[in-house]
């Protein structure tokens, strides 16, 4: 019994280690790819985009029907 479970645990073993590179892989293009987008856009871009969309969607308090 203790044989088949070792078995079992090896087998299962070399099937994560063999496919854990390959299923990583398109992970690993994903985020290159996002770092390339990143860096050709100049940071003072990236602040104004950010600045833009939080002051588009920020909350605004309402009193009584007056924007504060």
């Not at 496919?19 to 990583?24: C, I, K, R, S, V």
């Not at 985020?31 to 002051?55: D, E």
Request: glycine share 10%; proline share 4%.
């Amino acid at each position: 019994m203790l044989r088949k479970l070792l078995i079992a645990l090896l087998v299962i073993y070399l099937i994560t280690v063999g496919l854990f590179p390959a299923a990583l892989a398109p992970i690993n293009l994903a985020f290159a790819g996002l770092a390339a987008v990143l860096g050709a856009v100049p940071g003072s871009a990236w602040l104004l985009a950010g600045g833009i969309a939080w002051l588009r969607h920020r909350r605004v308090a309402v009193v009584s029907g007056e924007v504060v």
